[in-house]
């Protein structure tokens, strides 16, 4: 067998693994399947391995794993297809950015493990900068972020660093559990780099500083698309132009336009918040090319079950492929509240905001990329839906689906879900 074969064959087989393990790509600012179809995945943030969640649940004696199994099943039954955490890295990385094999890094492997088998698509955010203990005090904590502020974290070149070091070892961690790295892993289909970073430098200074987490993440081996996002920047037009001129592959976005902890529950009607998204860099040529994610959003402090659908019929006007929601409590904890308490919603004890998170995934999947809707309030009703703020009611009536008391289309066809 000649030596020009034998390479033939190896490169072959590096872009058949890369092929494998990349389930999406980027073309024309669009994420695509394989097969060319487009993406639209909808669902939840879940953090039970880390912080508050993974200290409430042990505070109660539930087994972790238990508490994840629950979860994972209740968030499959309510039909979301994607998750998104960002990774507190203080919890899992030293000083130097070294990765840890703690079980905060054994709990989030088997809840990958768990989502696999349920087919919910996985994004991961590396780097969340945050401290662990919200709603309680941060504990003293050791990883690499805990010594610089946020915007040092894209200045200091101890702190890029450690960061650079965290980010090659995590991706070349091997689940145990499904025997494959994260790039590997073919259920998580990309990676937002930074939790809401903070840039209080020059443009081109945040875009070199930029480039070189994306140099350092191929390096390790990632081929899958990559995420920057803007929210700490605002309307931030220089930045994101610099941003958009790197070679990232999409920019991540966020929505609460009903502001965060109010402290009260917001009895207001905000369906006409919630009518369009406005994209601010929607005029900026470059990031035409690149694909857009919501890796969190809500309507916090709003108890009733109306706004999810509303905001999934925005986010599919505005183009978005991905949109996961801040935060699903786990069940173990959910009677509490006391996790983010502005954001309440588990299937078991928000059952009417569970269902329009439901509902809102079919939103999510059914419309069109790009197709305009109508303006406030002739927006209520679209498609098979039908939002009524008075009543608290949130309809979704198709030949197959329907949530309510309505006569559905076609009874006969209706499935168990």
Request: proline fraction near 5%; charged fraction near 20%; hydrophobic fraction near 40%.
């Amino acid at each position: 067998m000649s030596t020009a074969f034998l390479c033939t064959t190896a490169v072959a087989a590096l872009f058949s693994a890369a092929a494998t393990a990349n389930p999406v790509s980027v073309k024309d600012g669009v994420l695509q399947w394989q097969n060319g179809s487009e993406v639209a995945l909808f669902g939840v943030n879940y953090s039970a391995p880390f912080a508050y969640g993974y200290r409430s649940i042990e505070r109660l004696g539930v087994d972790h794993r238990a508490a994840i199994d629950m979860d994972v099943d209740h968030i499959a039954r309510l039909g979301l297809d994607a998750y998104r955490v960002h990774l507190w890295d203080r919890l899992l990385a030293d000083k130097e950015g070294n990765l840890q094999d703690n079980i905060h890094l054994q709990l989030f492997d088997y809840l990958l493990l768990r989502l696999k088998e349920k087919g919910i698509k996985v994004i991961i955010t590396p780097i969340g900068w945050w401290g662990s203990g919200y709603p309680e005090p941060d504990p003293v904590e050791y990883g690499f972020s805990t010594f610089y502020s946020k915007s040092q974290m894209n200045q200091s070149p101890d702190a890029i660093k450690a960061q650079k070091n965290y980010l090659t070892q995590l991706f070349k961690h091997v689940n145990p559990l499904t025997g494959k790295s994260y790039q590997q892993d073919d259920n998580i289909i990309a990676f937002e780099i930074f939790n809401e970073p903070k840039h209080e430098i020059k443009p081109q200074q945040s875009a070199a500083y930029i480039e070189d987490l994306i140099s350092t993440i191929r390096a390790a081996g990632v081929t899958k698309p990559l995420f920057y996002n803007t929210s700490e920047q605002g309307d931030d037009q220089p930045f994101a132009k610099a941003l958009c001129n790197t070679s990232i592959d999409g920019v991540s976005y966020q929505w609460y336009p009903t502001g965060l902890v109010k402290g009260s529950v917001i009895n207001g009607n905000m369906l006409p918040a919630v009518a369009h998204y406005t994209n601010p860099f929607a005029g900026i040529s470059e990031c035409a090319t690149k694909a857009k994610m919501v890796y969190e959003f809500d309507a916090a402090d709003v108890a009733s079950s109306v706004m999810y659908p509303a905001m999934a019929r925005s986010f599919r006007e505005a183009g978005f492929q991905w949109a996961t929601q801040f935060a699903y409590d786990a069940a173990a904890v959910a009677h509490t509240n006391s996790e983010y308490n502005t954001h309440h919603l588990n299937l078991l004890y928000t059952p009417s905001k569970a269902i329009s998170l439901k509902i809102a995934a079919e939103v999510f999947r059914s419309q069109k990329r790009a197709e305009k809707v109508a303006d406030y309030p002739a927006s209520n009703s679209f498609g098979a839906v039908t939002l009524d703020y008075q009543q608290n009611l949130s309809v979704l009536n198709t030949p197959t689906q329907s949530s309510t008391a309505t006569a559905p289309k076609q009874s006969q066809k209706l499935q168990l879900s």
